[in-house]
């Protein structure tokens, strides 16, 4: 039915890419010839046109219920050529817990980008999640390798079956099964995509480990670290994949949880709430709305403080005893926090 099959990924930690080398590998078994195309930020383009016989898929991560923006941007710019059949693929927060294979959540990630694509005349001919080992370190370690192995062993077995049904012409939403559950949940993935991922941006920091290599500004997939006063700084640009922190070979990466926590404190809850206050008089109008009131100001003022906090935050990580502060305040800097890639084998 096929002949062509083009893969557009996005990843952060390679499972993604190796969703799309699994179906790369399926196609090859069915004749159609297939190719694998990373989104870049200003790298991958897609023709004007496919030809009438050609498959389009799509896999990346679900980060903050939702398509990276990356991944939404490309959409956003992807050629209004309609006709052609695609896929849609987004890997999930994959755990094992004892026997039991447990998954992720997919908000907007499969909705959002087929309606985009809808919308621009394409057939979507299938959706679904894959449910690979979680790679977001900063709020859990890394998983054991037994468990890797073993999630990433069903994880193949589901995207054959999904793969081959949609070569053999067949529909496949199985992602619509969550909907419910994920409309339920798009509340916060706007939050995330105004508000969220910026804030997340700005938890990273390089210990007195970094030797300056700049390997995490080269491969970062966004282009979104720099080397300011001698030292990685993650713009705002960030888009939380885990890339730098699993590839740092110094494991120089961390989360600052404990300046985190109390910038967010500051940002969250002290602030607005003390500029609220200042206004209340009982009866009056901000006494009546308060907590509205302290939400819209945790929302004006809520990123220039978190921008202006990690400026500082940044500035003083050059001095030595301020490093060791914030590493050893950090969990990430556990041995047992283990860091996640995808096993090389996958995505190789
Ligand atoms: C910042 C961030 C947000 C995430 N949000 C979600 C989420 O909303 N739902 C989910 O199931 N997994 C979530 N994850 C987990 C990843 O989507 C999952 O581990 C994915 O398989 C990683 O793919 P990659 O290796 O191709 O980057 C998140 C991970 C990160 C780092």
Same mark, same amino acid.
């Given at each position: 039915m096929y002949k062509n099959l083009f893969i557009y990924y996005f990843t952060g930690t390679g499972n993604a890419l190796a969703?799309?080398?699994? !179906? $790369?590998?399926?196609?090859?078994?069915?004749?159609?010839?297939?190719?694998? =195309? @990373? =989104?870049?930020?200003?790298?991958?383009v897609a023709p004007d046109q496919f030809d009438e016989?050609? %498959?389009?898929?799509?896999? /990346?991560?679900?980060?903050?219920?939702? $398509?990276p923006p990356i991944v939404l941007d490309f959409l956003w710019k992807f050629p209004q050529t309609g006709k052609n059949n695609v896929f849609l693929v987004n890997t999930r927060a994959g755990m094992k817990i004892s026997k039991i294979f447990t998954p992720g959540m997919s908000g907007l990630a499969q909705i959002l980008p087929a309606i985009m694509l809808r919308l621009k005349g394409y057939r979507i001919v299938g959706f679904r999640p894959v449910d690979l080992p979680s790679n977001w370190i900063s709020i859990h370690p890394g998983l054991r390798q037994k468990v890797i192995d073993s999630i990433f062993g069903r994880c193949h077995r589901i995207t054959k079956r999904f793969a081959e049904k949609i070569f053999s012409?067949?529909?496949? /939403? @199985?992602?619509?099964?969550? %909907?419910?559950?994920? %409309?339920?949940?798009?509340?916060?993935a706007v939050g995330y995509f105004l508000f969220g991922r910026f804030a997340l941006a700005k938890t990273f920091v390089a210990s007195h480990k970094c030797n300056n290599c700049g390997l995490c500004t080269k491969q970062c997939p966004v282009s979104a670290i720099r080397f300011v006063q001698n030292h990685p700084f993650w713009s705002h640009k960030c888009e939380s994949c885990m890339h730098c922190m699993n590839i740092c070979p110094?494991? $120089?990466?961390?989360?600052?949880? %404990?300046?985190?926590? #109390?910038?967010?404190?500051?940002? +969250?809850?002290?602030?607005?709430?003390? #500029?609220?206050?200042?206004?209340?008089?009982?009866?009056?109008?901000i006494?009546?709305?308060?907590?509205?009131?302290?939400?819209? !100001?945790?929302?004006?003022?809520?990123?220039?403080?978190?921008?202006?906090?990690?400026? =500082?935050?940044? +500035? +003083?990580?050059?001095?030595?005893?301020?490093?060791?502060?914030?590493?050893?305040?950090?969990?990430? @800097? +556990?041995?047992?926090? @283990?860091? /996640?890639? $995808?096993?090389k084998n996958y995505i190789e």
């Open positions: 969703t799309a080398n699994w !179906i $790369a590998g399926f196609a090859k078994e069915h004749g159609i010839k297939s190719e694998i =195309i @990373r =989104i870049e930020k200003n790298g991958s016989n050609t %498959l389009i898929g799509f896999c /990346y991560p679900t980060h903050g219920f939702n $398509a012409g067949k529909k496949v /939403y @199985r992602g619509l099964y969550d %909907l419910p559950i994920d %409309l339920l949940i798009s509340p916060v110094q494991r $120089a990466i961390e989360t600052a949880h %404990l300046a985190t926590g #109390i910038l967010w404190w500051f940002v +969250f809850s002290f602030i607005p709430v003390l #500029i609220a206050g200042l206004f209340v008089k009982e009866g009056n109008f006494d009546t709305y308060f907590t509205l009131i302290v939400w819209t !100001i945790m929302f004006i003022t809520g990123l220039p403080i978190i921008f202006f906090g990690y400026k =500082i935050l940044h +500035f +003083f990580m050059q001095y030595k005893f301020f490093n060791y502060l914030i590493t050893y305040t950090s969990l990430t @800097r +556990f041995k047992f926090w @283990r860091r /996640y890639f $995808a096993p």
